[in-house]
């Protein structure tokens, strides 16, 4: 009787361990959303631009001399304060940077050319202040704001970028640091990620308050690209190019 009864409980302990593995693995196959990897492992759901044949630009300039090029430290800027998942909120504010965990579209650009060492608030306040006739939205220079203004952001960028394709198509076009922008009127803008959809489209870096901060934003097809530019600090001129001082 002793020997059935330690059976029956060997039988419903195997049974038990059965049944919670079969759980397990049901988790496991449930499908994660997308974008969404745990902490430490390597799945991803998107490409990257060996998957197309594609060779990865580099930028001739390190200006902060950290051993990564501009291009990739524009991309890396971005998305490390993207990761920190600002809330989008405006507004106006003393001193121009808005307080930490705030922000809107443009406060990733700066956020991404400080990681690079530039300081684009006071390259673009330079620039405005030689050349104010060239920043139609500018009647009086105001250094606490200009500088995250997408209009005056697309005239700065206009001017001293390298023009590229707008179609996003053209894969080989659209490489990590680029800065891409959005509109006519109400107007957007972004970094451009190292990360790519199945068709080989960059995934875009930006803030709209949405939950995902780097996604396939180009393919969604919401606002009409408008511009896409890359950053050369040649072509900028000694008196406006600024490097980073801040902390």
């Known amino acids: 009787m002793r020997q059935k009864k330690k059976a029956r409980t060997a039988s419903l302990i195997v049974l038990a361990i059965l049944l919670a593995a079969a759980a397990a693995a049901a988790v496991l196959l449930i499908r994660r959303p997308e974008g969404v990897t745990p902490k430490g492992q390597n799945e991803k759901d998107y490409k990257e631009a060996r998957d197309f044949q594609l060779e990865t630009v580099k930028s001739p300039v ?48 700066w956020h991404a050319f400080k ?15 030689a050349r104010t006739e060239a920043y139609p939205e500018v009647e009086t220079p105001d250094p606490n704001i200009d500088f995250r203004r997408v209009k005056n952001l697309r005239v700065f960028f206009d001017t001293y970028g390298i023009p590229l394709s707008l179609d996003p198509a053209q894969i080989d076009q659209w490489q990590p640091g680029d800065l891409v922008l959005f509109g006519s009127g109400r107007q957007h803008i972004g970094i451009v990620s190292d990360r790519r959809n199945a068709e080989g489209w960059t995934y875009v870096i930006h803030n709209t308050g949405q939950k995902n901060r780097e996604e396939d934003y180009l393919k969604q097809g919401k606002m009409e690209i408008t511009g896409h530019y890359r950053f050369d600090a040649s072509r900028i001129p000694p008196e406006v190019l600024v490097p980073w001082n801040g902390d």
């Open 62 to 109: 390190d200006y902060d001399r950290d051993g990564i090029d501009d291009y990739r430290d524009l991309m890396l800027g971005a998305r490390a304060d993207q990761e920190n998942a600002p809330k989008y909120r405006d507004g106006y504010y003393d001193g121009g940077y808005p307080p930490e965990g705030e922000g809107v579209c443009t406060d990733v650009i």
């Open 115 to 129: 990681a690079a060492g530039y300081s684009l608030k006071d390259m673009v306040d330079k620039d405005i202040a």
